[in-house]
């Protein structure tokens, strides 16, 4: 059984602050995602890895970056907390293959930016 | 664009009565389809894909190429039912378009 843990299930910081979200995997999958869910816009996804060491912007990128020095690891930085950032922030992982695979979610971070 | 859309943010059916979920997508090629599903208090799922053609807790969802769109229907609606559902897809790369989203509320 999969299983994507996420290091809080809720975090609160202040306004400039720097935030670490991070993301575990334990099935070997090569990808892993990053989303950032909100009422009425759904999910939206802030970053992608395809592999160690590699990743590429989604949707909404700005004000975010992302660390992925292990297969099994995805960490989501702010680096300077602001208040639109308040939201709920999703990790996800998933296999590459030539076909689509499912995608597998952590219980998600609850981050409120004061 | 790519565009997934869910065009109900929120759907209340009453228990025993059918629902539909709608969702159209914007896209010129042959996406994958999926519907995920979160529960009250639960991590999100998948509920089924396309591609598989399957039923899963009643639920069904038929791609419909000329009207873009891949709606999840279930005859009979149950109170567990009652949750956050979200239609996606993906085309060539490994990423997924969520739509917005519909909350449904089955009423007892």
């Known amino acids: 059984d999969v299983k994507v843990t996420q290091s809080s299930r809720y975090l609160v910081k202040r306004t400039g602050e720097k935030v670490f979200l991070e993301c575990v995997q334990d099935?070997?999958?090569?990808?892993m995602f990053w989303y950032r869910q909100d009422p009425g816009l759904g999910l939206r996804l802030i970053y992608f890895?395809?592999?160690?060491?590699?990743?590429e912007k989604g949707d909404i990128p700005e004000g975010y970056s992302v660390s992925r020095e292990k297969k099994e690891r995805f960490s989501l930085i702010l680096e300077s907390a602001s208040t639109n950032q308040t939201s709920m922030y999703l990790c996800?992982?998933?296999?590459?293959?030539?076909?689509?695979?499912?995608?597998?979610f952590g219980p998600g971070t609850r981050l409120t930016v004061l | 664009a790519q565009r997934v859309t869910q065009p109900e943010k929120l759907l209340s059916v009453f228990k025993g009565a059918p629902v539909e979920l709608k969702c159209n997508y914007s896209y010129s090629g042959s996406p994958e389809l999926f519907w995920y599903v979160q529960y009250s208090r639960q991590r999100l799922q998948l509920l089924l894909r396309?591609?598989s053609r399957e039923s899963i807790k009643g639920f069904t969802a038929d791609l419909n190429k000329g009207e873009t769109s891949f709606h999840l229907k279930k005859p009979f609606a149950q109170e567990e039912d009652s949750a956050m559902y979200y239609c996606a897809f993906q085309t060539g790369a490994n990423n997924l378009f969520f739509g917005t989203g519909t909350r449904l509320t089955v009423i007892p």
């Open positions: 890895s395809y592999d160690v060491k590699m990743k």
């Open positions: 099935m070997d999958h090569e990808n």
């Open positions: 396309h591609i």
């Open positions: 996800a992982s998933s296999l590459r293959g030539r076909h689509t695979d499912t995608q597998y």
